[in-house]
Structures are given as C-alpha cells and as structure tokens.
C-alpha cells in the first residue's frame, strides 16, 4: 500500500491495475479507561459508537486499568486485529488498525504520561497524551517529539492525541475566553502553570506545525466550533457545571499530519454533537485520507 506523495506527479493517470481508497484514523481520549473498567455501561456505548465510524486505525489515550488482551478483546468489536499498547500503568495510549502495527519506540522515562512511536500502513504515528499540568513540561515533550519525527526517513507521519494546548490557529477566539484563562489562574498547583507568564500558551502545537506538520481540520470544519474538551459528563464532577462546560469548552485534541500526507486528506471530523457527549470527557476527531492500493 503507496500513500500519495510517494508515488507518480504526473497528474494522477493511474493503472487500471491500481485501486484509490482511503484510510480512516480516529484519536479518542477515552476517559479514565471507562473508570477503570468499571462504567460498563459507558463502555459499551463508545465501543458501538467507535464500530459505527469504521475507523481503519484507532489512537487511544487515558486506558487506565487496560493491558493487552483487554484491549485486543475490545478491538475486534470495531474490527481491528492488531493493537500495541504503551504501558499497562498508570494513564496508557494506544494504537489499533486492521493491518499489522509495527512498534518503533515506547518512550516513558521524559514524558509526563509516555509517547507510543507506531507503523502501520505505512505511516508513523506518534499517539501523545501529553502533561495536563504544565506548559513547559509540555512543551519540553513537544521538542522531544519533533526531534524524533526530524529523524525520520518517511515523510508520512501523523501526531495525535490529547495534546492539552491550545493552537496558534484558534488564538482569536480563545484569548477571548477569559472563562477559561481565570481558571487556568486558579489552580491549587502553584508547582505547575498551564498559562505562560499568565497568558496563554501556543507554543506546544506551534512547535509541532514548525516540524512541519498541518492541523487536519484546518478549512475542513468550522474550528470556532471545534472544541473536544470538556463534555456535559463531566457536570458534577471537579466542580464542572452545565454553564462552567460551556464557559471552559477547548480544542486541545489533534490529528497533525506531515505535509505529504496532510495534501490528501479528504475529511475531518470533531464529534462533538449529542451523540458522543456521554461517552467520554473528551470527543473524538476522524480524518480520512486518500491512498492507492496495489
């Protein structure tokens, strides 16, 4: 299986033996692996829902309480034979796909939760969960991350996940949202800071479209309207209330592409309607790209 960029310029006159399709890659932050495992209810609701999407290739983050065979049981639900998993401790990530994943790296030590390092189809994945505490500890993983892709030898890569950081690109509305700025000032955690120098930070996500990468849903969805965090199961929870969800509403999740790749993504989705706003704190993002199949 070619991705585009590494095949023919010459106005895309194919074979007749050569097949388009497309590849599907989904990222979800599941929420505290379902409670641990136990929100059953919770559980099967986002297994059905995942399965109705027909992803081709799955990142997870927060499967806390999961090793690999719970994951493996829960990939065949949504059809995925081949899952890897960063660790079976603490707040894990992980890859699922219907074709064979080749693990390139599992990094623990630097990172505040890890970094998962993935092939499939052909392409690189870096599934990141990073710190949901600190903009300089996020940003020292995002430096590290974009060392690693800068040493690649293939320019199809992808990096996603629960970034926790506000991009460059949605700046004119979340500078708005003074909400969300006061909370960021009064966290108890006078250790950490999500803010820098009492502002907010870009820098983490502008570091990753420096490597270079490109924010998939840009000019596919309406970003203003973008936010995959928080969602109303979280109302009754860490102070969260039905007017606080609304005021606190973020994108910090992301599907990043690299340039090659990110010119054949034909959709992107962020699922944040009715439907999935039980399923996790998080909504999920889907994007869809072109391949050719040989």
Known sequence: MQLFPNYKSDGFSFSQEQEISNVRIMTYNIWNGFDWGRDSKRKAN???????KKPDILALQELCGYDEQQLKEDALSWGHQYVQILKTEGYPTALTSNKPIEVKERAIESFWHGLLHCQTYGIDFFIVHLSPSDS???????????????ALNNDSYIILGDFNAQSPID??????????????KSTKK???????????????????LACPSVDVCLGKIKLQDGYTFPTPALIDKYNYTPQTIVQ????????????????????AKIFNQKE?????????????FSIIKE
């Open 190 to 208: 006078k250790k950490y800071s999500n803010l820098r120098l009492g502002e907010f930070d870009y820098s983490v996500i502008s570091e990753f």
């Open 46 to 52: 986002c297994i059905n829902w995942i399965k109705s």
């Open 276 to 288: 999935t706003d039980m399923l996790s704190d998080h909504y999920p993002i889907l994007a869809e």
């Open 248 to 267: 606190n509403r973020v994108r910090i999740d992301y599907i990043l592409a690299s340039p090659a790749l990110a010119k054949y993504c034909i959709e």
């Open 171 to 184: 700046a004119s509305w979340v500078e708005k949202n003074q909400d969300l700025k006061a909370k960021h």
């Open 136 to 150: 300089d500890i996020r940003l020292d993983e995002a430096r590290q991350i974009t060392k690693k892709i800068n």
